[in-house]
């Protein structure tokens, strides 16, 4: 694969380990793909975790924040892995692919910590725990236009496949898991396949895309969409230092599971005492955008009283966008970030910035 990015033009960066795309052309020109019709990713530094058994269920309902026991067999949910404190260690999707079979997909940089940790937890249970990161590749077809061009290569009726499902499938004369979930905040398919096949179903994807506008996208690009979509990246929105309760992703954890789970007593008294700082969407004014690590203060004291997490030039709406931690009772509407020195007044925003047009 990477000998097929570099002969496309891409510009590549080390990211956890591997030699990853950033754009091929413009990143704006990749971001306005996606958003207006569609954009290609290769994903495949991705990790992926089997799990099997027949506790598997009860397994993970005790490894991980969620309910996996209660996903049907060709779903999907979001889920977190977190510490005895409660702080995350990494968010994942959680396919069920049969009765006793679920895919865990984790972050690169914390697929082996995610590994070793599942490991650790299951440890007991009547499961086995594989490390599936070099047998699969991971390519995403994202946009408006991304069911169509799927529809061109595969032996199913991709309209069928519902958001968060995943099913076996033919595509391009290839054996594919794939599913319908994304991080860009507009409809796409995932396509989990193996390493060999992944090059012939770029080129295939390629050849579909033609004629709907497809584009190749690299990770700069990825990260403008996810932010506009308000979509939590860990090593940034998401740490050790946070719990869902802060990331306003509460939503996701179910207490009371027979057996519990680890973490379970720090979170029940985050929920019982309220998260002691929320994520909050900021806009601003003028072209300078604001950066991770910046500033966030109150608008009359001038005290600091947060930090950027994530921050860019929004490409589908002109104007900067941002996330950041402020103190959960912070009831302003009106902040000042700290750029570069300049004070700069933001809003304070629902997330997410941008929603696509159904």
Request: glycine share 12%; with cysteine.
């Amino acid at each position: 694969m990477h000998d097929l990015h570099a002969a496309l033009g891409a510009t590549f960066t080390d990211f956890a380990g591997w030699s990853m795309p950033v754009r091929y052309t413009s990143e704006l020109d990749e971001h306005h793909a996606v958003r207006k019709a569609a954009g290609l990713f290769d994903l495949t530094h991705m990790g992926e975790i089997e799990l099997s058994g027949p506790e598997v269920g009860r397994a993970l309902d005790y490894a991980l924040v969620g309910e996996p026991s209660k996903i049907a067999i060709g779903r999907a949910r979001y889920s977190m892995l977190v510490h005895e404190t409660g702080g995350i260690l990494d968010d994942l999707i959680v396919y069920r692919l049969g009765a006793t079979e679920y895919l865990v997909v984790a972050n690169a940089g914390n697929a082996q910590l995610v590994c070793a940790t599942l490991r650790d937890r299951i440890d007991g249970y009547a499961v086995t725990v594989s490390d599936a990161c070099d047998d699969w590749a991971l390519l995403a077809v994202q946009g408006p236009q991304s069911a169509a061009i799927v529809a061109e290569l595969a032996d199913v009726d991709v309209k069928t496949l519902k958001y968060y499902g995943i099913d076996p499938a033919g595509l391009a004369g290839h054996a594919v898991l794939l599913a319908r979930t994304g991080y860009t905040g507009e409809d796409g398919f995932e396509i989990y396949c193996r390493p060999a096949d992944a090059a012939d179903l770029w080129k295939a994807l390629t050849e579909a895309g033609t004629g709907y506008g497809l584009q190749p996208c690299g990770l700069a690009c990825r990260d403008t969409l996810r932010l506009e979509a308000g979509m939590p990246l860990y090593g940034q929105e998401l740490t050790t230092r946070t719990t869902p309760f802060d990331a306003g992703q509460g939503r996701i954890v179910v207490f009371d599971k027979p057996g519990g789970f680890v973490g379970e007593a720090a979170l029940a008294i985050r929920r019982a005492e309220g998260p002691r700082q929320k994520l909050v969407g900021l806009t601003t004014g003028g072209r300078r955008a604001p950066r991770t690590g910046y500033a966030v203060l109150d608008v009359e004291s001038g005290d600091v009283i947060g930090e950027i997490t994530s921050g860019a030039l929004s490409p589908s709406l002109g104007y900067p966008v941002a996330m950041a931690y402020v103190p959960a009772d912070y009831a302003g509407t009106e902040v000042l970030v700290d750029v570069r020195g300049t004070q700069v007044r933001g809003s304070i925003t629902p997330l997410p910035f941008y929603r696509r047009q159904v």
